[in-house]
């Protein structure tokens, strides 16, 4: 069994709709980041969590550290949201001296006009 | 800042030759990770570095790949002899610190080995 497991692999949405893609991870972490992959191939950082909540524009993730769970949302989503996105966690003490990122296997989605 | 920088974009080589890839991290970044991703295997982490020395290399795969940082500016990852199973794309990031800081992903070296 993988240590951090997305849902759902795959997911196309129409325009305008509100998309939730989910993380939940077997280890105990310090940090949860999501990661955005173009099809172009570059990687972009949107967030890294440590508890709560953050939202940046339409997107807005959330992190559940005692169920092990984080999702990411997007609102009003569009074509220009296709991606893959990626979680990752970090098992070491956060600002310690590990910096091995343990990635999920990424969520393909594509929104369509 | 220009972001993380690799070179080359692309690379095309023959099984059995030697392949070098190059890194630029951010100007200020103390840590630096090469990542290799596959469409089977996802992101896999190779090597990281910080303060321009060697933390943990147990993600190389094999004694064909080794990385260096000779200075605060530069990394290379060299494949020696390469084989066609080494063929994916090869990604360097840069970070702050160690310990689990935002990483700054370079655009990637798509590596064919026929």
């Known amino acids: 069994k993988n240590e951090v497991e997305q849902s759902p692999q795959n997911l196309t949405a129409q325009e305008g709709e509100f998309i939730t893609i989910n993380c939940s991870y077997s280890v105990g972490i310090s940090a949860l980041h999501w990661l955005q992959q173009h099809p172009g191939g570059g990687i972009v950082s949107l967030f890294m969590l440590s508890s709560g909540k953050k939202k940046h524009g339409r997107l807005i993730a959330t992190i559940n550290i005692q169920e092990k769970h984080s999702s990411l949302h997007i609102t009003a989503s569009h074509p220009r949201d296709s991606a893959v996105y990626i979680c990752?966690?970090?098992?070491?003490?956060?600002?310690?001296?590990?910096?091995?990122?343990?990635f999920g296997k990424g969520t393909k989605l594509s929104v369509k006009p | 800042d220009a972001g993380v920088i690799q070179s080359p974009r692309h690379e095309v080589t023959e099984m059995g030759q030697e392949v070098t890839l190059r890194c630029k991290p951010i100007s200020g970044h103390n840590s630096l990770f090469w990542y290799r991703q596959t469409m089977m295997r996802g992101l896999e982490l190779l090597i990281y570095?910080?303060?321009?020395?060697?933390?943990?290399d147990s993600g190389m795969p094999e004694d064909r790949f080794s990385a260096k940082m000779p200075n605060a500016s530069f990394s290379t990852l060299k494949i020696q002899p390469s084989e066609p199973r080494d063929s994916a794309v090869y990604f360097c990031a840069s970070s702050l610190f160690l310990g689990g800081y935002e990483q700054y992903f370079g655009p990637g070296t798509r590596l064919t080995v026929t």
């Open positions: 570095f910080n303060n321009n020395v060697p933390i943990d």
């Open positions: 990752a966690v970090y098992q070491g003490d956060y600002g310690g001296s590990q910096g091995n990122l343990i």
